[in-house]
């Protein structure tokens, strides 16, 4: 099936004039308006809003036209466990990406996990205790100066609902001040919760000057994070001239920014298979998903040299999911990455020393060569910084050594 009548199926099941509905900014709304709340809350003294800075914010805009502010530089960056655990080059390429434009930000080293998994996982937990820890890593954020960038899907609709009951229950916000108030820390919230993609899409235009690398001979699909436009969807960005703006504008922007080629397939909408619970109570149900509804899909409609993803979960399961598939000869091996790893690519990152491709599991040998990067070369180099670091020459790889 091809692209245009991709689109214009899904767009056949909207509701009536569902295209207006979702620009017209004068039209009845399908939610209240966090922010009204937000600074109504401020000016009864229930709480501190982190605004971002003046001169220092893109404006975009959200699924029912409203305009949300992303931050350019001074974020402190809310690291991802999965990312850092799993898939390392992730979190090292959004803060390659933000030395390459110049830009100032902070990774703290007293942020704390969100829980969130937790939360969706097990109901382990309680709203109290999900609210303070949130608000806790904000009131950080706030007393460092810096404004929160959440880098994990999950994080960043965990917030967006933490925000929602913040917003709604006195009694919550009175439980959560109490834990605070025995920590030293405000009961703060920010003006707006910024996904590091979101940074990325309004960041494109800067990203565009620096491109190194040709990738306009790549294909790519894209797989929209359920956390990111299904929970909260109203704050998730959208753009009418990406798919007449009935999907998130994320990701898919970056494929045509950088020039490749981007093509779609029947089942965008559908999970990548993670899910939380069933991820760990029901595996093979999560791998089947991932690599029969999702990776077997797009090789048959779309046959993508690459899929482009946004969250730790996504890229997780959608590639490590598919050596299971492959002992099954089924019709997978697609390469995957996060859109911050491919805009530092085509950006001239290295791919091991900042990328750390060698982490995933599909072989990228293949979509390294496409994209003109010497990989056997490339690998020799990440091996010689490796072996001054088995030698004790230097304590770890420097941004410096890694150009």
């Known amino acids: ?52 800075e003046e001169d220092n914010f ?34 090292t390429a959004i803060y390659w990406l933000h030395r390459k434009l110049g830009l100032k930000y902070h990774d703290p080293r007293d942020q704390t996990s969100c829980t969130a998994w937790n939360y969706y996982a097990s109901s382990a937990s309680n709203p109290a205790a999900q609210a303070s820890i949130a608000i806790r890593n904000f009131a950080q954020a706030y007393q460092d100066g810096f404004f929160p960038l959440i880098h994990c899907g999950t994080s960043y609709g965990h917030y967006k609902e933490t925000r929602n009951e913040i917003l709604h229950h006195p009694k919550l916000r009175d439980q959560v001040r109490r834990v605070l108030d025995k920590l030293g820390k405000p009961l703060v919230f920010p003006e707006e919760i910024v996904h590091y993609s979101e940074w990325i899409h309004a960041m494109l235009p800067r990203m565009k000057e620096h491109i190194t690398r040709d990738f306009s001979n790549i294909t790519v699909t894209v797989h929209p994070a359920c956390h990111y436009h ?6 998730a960005i959208y753009d009418k001239e990406l798919y007449d703006g009935q999907r998130t ?42 690599t029969i509804r999702k990776i077997e899909r797009m090789k048959e409609e779309a046959n993508p040299d690459l899929l482009l993803t946004h969250d730790t979960g996504c ?30 690519l085509a950006l001239g990152a290295h791919p091991y020393k900042v990328c750390q491709m060698h982490w995933h599991g599909v ?10 990067i010497d990989h056997v070369k490339a690998w020799d180099e990440f091996q010689a910084q490796v072996k001054r670091i088995e030698n004790k020459e230097i304590e770890y790889i420097t941004w410096e050594d890694a150009e």
């Open 1 to 52: 099936m091809t692209e245009t009548s991709l689109q214009e199926k899904n767009l056949q099941i909207l509701p009536k004039k569902a295209k207006d509905r979702v620009f017209d900014r004068k039209g009845s709304l399908p939610t209240e308006y966090f922010k009204d709340q937000l600074f109504d809350l401020e000016a009864k003294g229930e709480l501190i809003v982190h605004r971002i």
């Open 315 to 344: 890229v997780t399961t959608l590639d490590k999911s598919q050596f299971a598939a492959r002992a099954h000869n089924r019709n997978v091996n697609i390469p995957v990455l996060s859109d911050a790893q491919f805009a530092a």
């Open 249 to 290: 504008a994320v990701v898919s922007s970056v494929v045509l920014a950088m020039k490749a080629k981007l093509a779609d397939y029947s089942t965008w909408h559908d999970c990548c298979g993670f899910g939380f619970r069933h991820i760990l109570v029901s595996r093979d149900f999560s791998r089947s998903f991932s």
């Open 58 to 91: 893109v404006e975009v805009r959200t699924k029912f036209g409203r305009t949300k502010k992303i931050p350019i530089q001074n974020t402190w960056h809310h690291k991802s466990c999965g990312q850092c655990g799993h898939i390392p080059g992730y979190s």
């Open 230 to 235: 299904k929970l909260v969807t109203e704050d």
């Open 363 to 372: 072989d990228n040998k293949p979509i390294m060569e496409k994209m003109g």
